[in-house]
């Protein structure tokens, strides 16, 4: 998978490549779909989810250039393979899921690799405001569900330096945007690969 789908089609930060190789997919699927979990593509995870295609896994977690010392937020925890990638890379993550059986079923996974540098919590409530204000601001933002915008309270939690990591667009069509926060706080843009993710649902996404 690591060679064929993502080293093959641009991947290069070793650090992502070794992760990668690190992190057994399989794990995070279910049994039923365990015989493609090394495939080319997203399979279903269960609660109208998906885990998504590796080659965007890693493309996401490429452009959040981490070096190992970030404090990453991650919305949408879903599967928690995503999490347990960025387990490895970063010093702490704080994943939020708003479907529970998905974040107690990531939290066993993640468990069972001893990944324990991962803090979760449940958004079930539509209300819920997308990021963790509490744990601001936050080196690295990952957002794992399509947005119809760049959420401001991301924005507001972002650190200076930092980068943000979002599909933006239509509830079935997104680009992937990288949005980096510099040191005189403004904001540069980067658009890159055309994806469809599932909806970000609540305040500053779709309503369910």
Not at 51 to 59: C, F, M, N, T
Request: glycine letters at 6%; charged letters at 20%; a negative charge.
């Amino acid at each position: 998978m690591v060679q064929s789908q993502i080293v093959a089609r641009g991947i290069s930060d070793q650090r992502v490549i070794d992760a990668m190789l690190k992190i057994p997919r399989h794990l995070f699927v279910q049994e039923a779909f365990a015989a493609q979990a090394y495939s080319d593509s997203p399979l279903p995870i269960g609660e109208k989810q998906t885990i998504s295609q590796p080659y965007i896994v890693a493309l996401m977690t490429e452009k959040l250039v981490l070096t190992g010392s970030e404090k990453v937020l991650e919305i949408g925890t879903g599967s928690g393979y995503q999490t347990a990638l960025l387990s490895v890379l970063a010093d702490r993550v704080c994943s939020a899921e708003r479907i529970r059986p998905l974040a107690l079923r990531a939290r066993k996974c993640l468990d069972s690799l001893k990944l324990f540098n991962v803090q979760l919590r449940i958004n079930d409530s539509n209300n819920s405001p997308v990021g963790w204000d509490e744990e601001a601001p936050f080196d690295a933002i990952i957002v794992t569900a399509g947005a119809p915008a760049i959420p401001a309270v991301l924005m507001d939690q972002l650190a200076v330096g930092g980068r943000l990591v979002i599909p933006v667009g239509t509830d079935s069509d997104q680009r992937l945007l990288t949005i980096s926060k510099d040191e005189n706080g403004e904001l540069l843009q980067e658009s890159s690969v055309a994806c469809r993710f599932v909806p970000l649902i609540g305040r500053e996404g779709w309503q369910s």
